[in-house]
């Protein structure tokens, strides 16, 4: 069963992030900016059944919602945190998203050190650390922080968090990545 674990604010002052107990997506990202764009999802059709939702977003464990600016969150949240109760998981669309062969996995990763050492390890070295691609499956990137970032308690949240974004957004978004 579905449930929230946690609900964290956005830069968005309409929009909340909520996380959750179990994944939705592996690989892919799900955008919805309007409901008849949902037509085809349950699972986002079913957010925007509720009164005030004006997009959907979502991926891995979380559910981001944006209200419209006359809603309030009172009228959303408990009839969501009801629905997701209620939804069987196995009627979210299956993901599109294949695998890549070896080769592609060498491009992928050659491309990814790139961009980690044009906007990433710079930034870490300046504060006294470094990181380390330990290898690629699929797309999930397995990384070692190093020197001061291996035991700050911020390379494991926000920092990592950081790296996904940056290469979901700059490389591909199927892009997943975990500390070693």
């Known amino acids: 069963m579905l449930m929230v674990e946690d609900v964290d604010l956005t ?8 996380i959750l107990n179990q994944k939705l997506l592996n690989y892919e990202t799900r ?4 409901k008849e764009s949902a037509f085809d ?6 957010i925007f059944a509720l009164d005030g939702v004006v997009s959907v977003f979502y991926m891995d464990k979380f559910v981001t919602i944006e209200k419209a600016p006359d809603a309030n969150w009172g009228q959303i949240q408990r009839p969501f945190i009801d629905f997701l109760k209620s939804f069987d998981q196995n009627l979210i669309p299956k993901e599109t998203i ?6 592609e996995e060498n491009a992928l990763l050659k491309k990814i050190n790139q961009l980690l050492d044009q906007k990433v390890r710079p930034a ?3 504060d006294g650390g470094g990181l380390e691609v330990l290898g690629i499956d699929g797309f999930t990137v397995k990384i070692r922080y190093q020197g001061a970032c291996g035991s700050c308690p911020s390379s494991i949240s926000g920092t990592l968090m950081a790296i996904e974004g940056l290469l979901k957004r ?11």
């Open 11 to 18: 830069p968005n002052p309409h929009a909340l992030k909520f």
């Open 31 to 34: 955008q919805y900016a309007d």
């Open 41 to 46: 999802d349950p699972f986002a059709a079913g």
């Open 98 to 103: 294949t695998e890549p062969t070896a080769e």
């Open 124 to 126: 870490l070295a300046g």
């Open 170 to 180: 700059d490389v591909n978004p199927s892009i997943h990545v975990v500390a070693a």
